[in-house]
């Protein structure tokens, strides 16, 4: 999310103006219209003239013909604009971005082109919403699957309850460079590390 503040000085208040997501990526393939939203985050002031535009007019294009947002944004207000990608079906288009300015204030969304030549991303697919560990001597395993075309980079796993549970790093297949290839699995293991629970008396 980009925020930029600046100063009314008419009023003498501040006034914020934020845009979000950080980033919109289109697949030329398919290119579906995708949605940024312009918030103006003071609780009193309204920010204007107010407007809203995308540098890259060769690949991306403001849904309406006209600025959806108007030519003012309502304090603690919100308005969503709608971008299309214009460009060719096949290859990458970076540098977009759409632009909302009012006055000093600028936010700005990034739009990438990201072709992935017909093939799906890759995805996580996991085995199981529910792991049950019985005891500290029975550790508990979840299997992660990529059904993408494409290899996945960037997965991370994290333990909510890190203080009764761990990942067994050793015993774990998930590969510790964060990948995991297209049509691949792996294996999770979880330890309970707390108190074993004590036996009920009859």
């Known amino acids: 999310m980009a925020t930029i503040e ?5 009023t ?3 006034y914020t ?3 979000s997501p950080a980033e919109l990526t289109f697949d030329p393939a398919n290119p579906m219209a995708m949605t940024a939203t312009i918030t103006n985050t003071d609780t009193t002031a309204a920010c ?3 407007d809203v535009t995308v540098n890259d007019t060769a690949n991306y294009a403001i849904a309406a013909a006209t600025n959806p947002c108007g030519t003012s944004l309502a304090a603690d207000s919100s308005c969503n604009v709608d971008v299309n990608y214009t460009g060719p079906a096949t290859g990458d288009a970076d540098g977009g971005a759409l632009t909302a300015t ?3 204030a600028t936010a700005t969304v990034s739009l990438v082109a990201a072709d992935t030549g017909g093939n799906q991303p890759g995805s996580v697919s996991i085995s199981t919403t529910q792991l049950m560990i019985a005891a500290t001597d029975e550790p508990g395993t979840v ?3 990529n059904p993408g075309d494409l290899d996945l980079t960037g ?3 994290e333990l909510v309850d890190n203080t009764n549970l761990n990942i067994n790093a050793e015993a774990s297949t998930c590969d510790a460079t964060n990948t995991l290839a297209s049509g691949q699995e792996c294996v999770i293991v ?3 590390t707390g108190t074993a629970p004590a036996d009920k008396a009859d």
């Open 6 to 10: 600046t100063v009314d000085t008419s």
């Open 12 to 14: 003498g208040g501040v």
């Open 17 to 19: 103006l934020t845009a």
């Open 48 to 50: 204007g003239p107010l």
């Open 102 to 104: 009012s006055g000093n």
């Open 143 to 145: 299997t992660v699957t």
């Open 155 to 157: 997965l991370g796993f």
């Open 190 to 192: 979880v330890n309970y």
